[in-house]
Structure formats: C-alpha cells, structure tokens
C-alpha cells in the first residue's frame, strides 16, 4: 500500500501527518498545519476542545484590544497580527492567514526596494514637502506668528 511516506516498514500514515511533512505542490515549505498542542492532551478529546476554547478565547481577546488599539495610541496591527499568532498555534485557517500575510508583507519590502519604486516615492515625498512648505509660507505671510493661546494674560 502506497502511504505516501518515504519510510521503509511504514503501514499507514495518517491524511494530517502526510499533508503536515510534504508540503504539496504551490505550497511553501514550513512547519505542518495543525494543532501544536502537546500530545497528551490532543490524545484526550474533552481536554483538546478546552485548549481550543481557551486558545480561541486568549487569542480574541488579544486580537480585540489590537482593534481596540487602532483608533487609540499603541501598536494595534501589532497586537492583532500577536492575537493571530496566538490562534496559529491551533487553527489552520490563521496559520494559513499568517502565511498569506507574510508572503505579502515579504512581496511589499521587495517592490520598495526597487530603484524605481524608491525614486518615485522620494520624489512624491519632495513634492508633498514643497507643497506644505508653500502653504505654511502662505498662512504666516496672511496671519503672521500668532499662537492660538494668551500667554501674557496669564
């Protein structure tokens, strides 16, 4: 019987255990899909739910201070994408989502390393400077240094 393992002796393998140690063709290389959870309590079907519930429960409420965060001051993509972390470490469609967004992430460095790309952001940044410059320069010419506050009354 063809297990599609590459083992001698080896009888059957399990779909998730082949499909964690050969990434499949257009798949990148990496750790498998899949729960991370120790063994002893994936081997107990009540304690691995539980770990699901409190893995999924740690990892929304991470992900909602991140949200909560975005308006507010602190790092909030930070804190979503830790929240989202958190939740890889049991679900396969946050794994999968991690993967996608850090293949863009790594696609989106590589296009503003490019020289043209970094030309025409720094051009597009000059020329956002000269505007602002023009404007502040029209607002003191109209209203002088004036400070919105009356410090002498004070």
Known sequence: MNTG?????????TADKARADRPEAGQEAGPGLGSR??????ARRYLHLSWQVGVFVIGLAVVAAGIV????????WVVI?????IWAT??????LVLRWTKRKVTEAAQRALDPRVRRRNITLTVIGLVIIG???GIYLWKFGVVVPWKIKDQ
């Open 81 to 85: 994408f830790g929240g989202m972390a």
């Open 90 to 95: 049991e679900f396969v469609w946050a794994q």
């Open 5 to 13: 393992s590459d083992e001698p002796g080896e009888v059957a393998v």
């Open 69 to 76: 965060m975005l308006p507010l001051p602190g790092p909030g």
């Open 134 to 136: 023009v404007l502040v």
């Open 37 to 42: 959870a120790p063994e002893f309590i994936k």
